[in-house]
């Protein structure tokens, strides 16, 4: 909390309780005894000079004055569940120096919020989720952004891959953030291009699944318009425009750990949520033919691919993460402020300082495990979402340089069924004897089908996808590859290699918050007073 200057107690009288700017002024309370409520300086959206009219000035005691100063203070209201609003409430006195007093000191603290963004690059993806990327924005977003004197330039897509083109292109280095409206997958455009556009200004070679990257400095914004929005949710606590749009202004900063995969040193994807093999994999490639369904079309494949209960088999060798100290069996999840993170990144500082650039990782043991999956998913943070609020792994790390990678084996449809079910209610979906769960810095995997023969994965390739295999009808083995699901869109290689790159990019979140403390000390009282 930061002091005004001064030294004397201004008197000031709030619309306290009313709290909804001019609006609330209509009926004015006499001055109360002060109220301890706060707002750290940190989450002041704006101060504005208040202009009364006459209707307004027409109440009450305040009748009999000649003329009144004011000005509203724009401040982030926490409610329930991890969402965010504006809120405003709106000062005035007799005095229009000390007024202006006030509205000087306000904006001066301000400015000295320097982690805060002037000028943004946003992307829109008017098509994804339910198609309101446009309206969600224009509506609900750019009014705040203006509120909070960030000026934007801003690109409405034409068609994908658009940002991430564009983002090769423009000069990035005078933008504080780049902000994408949109889904998981355009999520992932930004990120490829930002991301990229550091390694080839940097000179690095993104094939070199070996290569140190370079960490992307300049934050991404998230306001979820898609269908699952599972990287806003995991990072924020809530999937809601307004609330991220807050986050923002705010200029709140979370690292985030990024996955490279990498097929035969040619670079494929990045990945910051899921890289699911099998039952995820084969959910989005039937679903990406379904995209007119909208986020429905996720349900109607996975009811598909839950029947059809196809398991594949290869090998996985994988590295343990021995540097950080959590298990994906923890009851803690990652919230704000995360002493594990923290841990990360003193030591990727440390690691940095040491090696600089060209840093190597040493080569430390690896293991295999060889089985039928039904379905492999490596996820870098919990993968929470509206459809599992805990997430695919709920002690998942944001920022702590692993992944969890979770072995569903075969099993019958029942079993299967209840693992999925645990993912949406309170019980643990690892403690079952067919799914097994590692923390890992790096991943490969090959299915039986490429270790076999590499020379008849074409040919078989080119049969229908979905075919059984001949010998054994009712089997439910699959004669074919699954697809690997990265973030929402499908590799075309079955053997990857992965590996975590430890906070290489950054987000305009802060983590879910702790929700009783907030919750409680927030629903208190309706309004917050720094004064
Ligand atoms: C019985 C109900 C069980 C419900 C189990 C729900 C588990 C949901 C777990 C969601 C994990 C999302 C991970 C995020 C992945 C994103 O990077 C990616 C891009 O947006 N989204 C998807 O790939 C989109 C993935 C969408 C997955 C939808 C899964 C729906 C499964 C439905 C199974 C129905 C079985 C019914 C049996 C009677
Ligand atoms: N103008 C456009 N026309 C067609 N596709 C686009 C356009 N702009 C972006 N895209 C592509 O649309 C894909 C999906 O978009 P988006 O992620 O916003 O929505 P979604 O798929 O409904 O949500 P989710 O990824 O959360 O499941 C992205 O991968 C992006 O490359
Ligand atoms: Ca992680």
Redesign the pocket.
């Known amino acids: 909390m930061e002091r005004l200057p001064g030294g004397r107690r201004p008197r000031l009288v709030s619309s306290l309780g009313l709290g909804r700017g001019a609006a609330g002024l209509a009926r004015p309370r006499p001055p109360r005894r002060a109220e301890n409520c706060f707002v750290p300086i940190s989450e002041i959206i704006a101060v504005e000079e208040t202009e009364f009219n006459k209707k307004q000035r027409n109440i009450g005691r305040w009748q009999k004055m000649a003329k009144l100063h004011a000005f509203t203070v724009y401040y982030v209201k926490k409610a329930r569940n991890h969402r965010w609003r504006c809120s405003n409430v709106t000062f005035w006195c007799v005095d229009e120096h000390l007024c202006n007093q006030w509205i000087q000191a306000l904006k001066e603290l301000l400015e000295m919020q320097k982690s805060r963004p002037k000028q943004l690059l946003v992307y829109i993806?008017?098509?994804?989720?339910k198609r309101q990327?446009k309206r969600i924005y224009e509506q609900k977003v750019a009014p705040l952004f203006s509120l909070a004197s960030i000026s934007t330039d801003v690109v409405?897509?034409?068609?994908?891959?658009?940002?991430?083109d564009n983002l090769f292109e423009v000069n990035i280095y005078k933008y504080d953030g780049v902000v994408c409206v949109?889904?998981?997958?355009?999520?992932?455009?930004v990120m490829h291009g930002l991301i990229g556009r550091m390694q080839k200004d940097s000179g690095i070679d993104q094939n070199n699944p070996k290569a140190s990257l370079v960490q992307c400095n300049i934050r991404i914004g998230i306001i979820p318009?898609?269908?699952?929005?599972?990287i806003c949710y995991s990072t924020v606590g809530i999937s809601d425009p307004v609330t991220s749009a807050l986050h923002i202004i705010v200029g709140d900063c979370q690292p985030l750990d990024v996955s490279s995969v990498h097929h035969n040193n040619t670079f494929l994807k990045y990945s910051v949520s899921l890289l699911g093999y099998g039952f995820y994999g084969d959910i989005l490639k039937d679903s990406e033919k379904k995209r007119w369904m909208?986020?429905m079309r996720?349900d109607y494949s996975g009811f598909k691919t839950f029947l059809s209960h196809h398991y594949y088999e290869g090998t996985i060798a994988y590295q343990p993460a021995k540097h950080t100290h959590g298990s994906p069996r923890d009851k803690e999840s990652c919230r704000t402020g995360c002493c594990i993170c923290k841990e990360s990144e003193k030591q990727l500082a440390e690691q940095q300082k040491e090696c600089g650039l060209n840093h190597e990782e040493g080569e430390e043991e690896w293991k295999f495990i060889k089985g039928k999956f039904l379905a492999i998913n490596a996820v870098s943070m919990s993968c929470a979402c509206p459809r599992s609020p805990k997430g695919l792994s709920p002690a998942a790390h944001l920022a702590d340089g692993s992944a969890d990678l979770i072995l569903v084996r075969k099993c019958s449809r029942f079993d299967f069924l209840r693992y999925l079910l645990r993912h949406t209610n309170q019980d643990d979906q690892f403690d079952f004897p067919f799914v097994d769960v590692y923390r890992v810095k790096s991943f490969q995997f090959t299915s039986k089908l490429s270790e076999d023969n590499e020379s008849n994965v074409m040919d078989i390739g080119k049969k229908r996808f979905g075919q059984f295999c001949r010998d054994h009808p009712a089997c439910c083995c699959n004669i074919v590859n699954s697809t690997w699901n990265c973030d929402?869109?499908t590799l075309d290689s079955s053997a990857i290699e992965v590996r975590v790159h430890c906070q290489l990019m950054k987000l305009f979140a802060r983590g879910i918050e702790e929700k009783c403390k907030d919750e409680a000390a927030y629903s208190q009282s309706s309004i917050e007073q720094l004064l």
């Open positions: 993806n008017p098509y994804g989720g990327g409405i897509t034409e068609h994908a891959n658009h940002a991430k949109g889904g998981d997958g355009m999520f992932s455009e318009a898609g269908s699952t929005d599972c909208g986020p996720y929402g869109e």
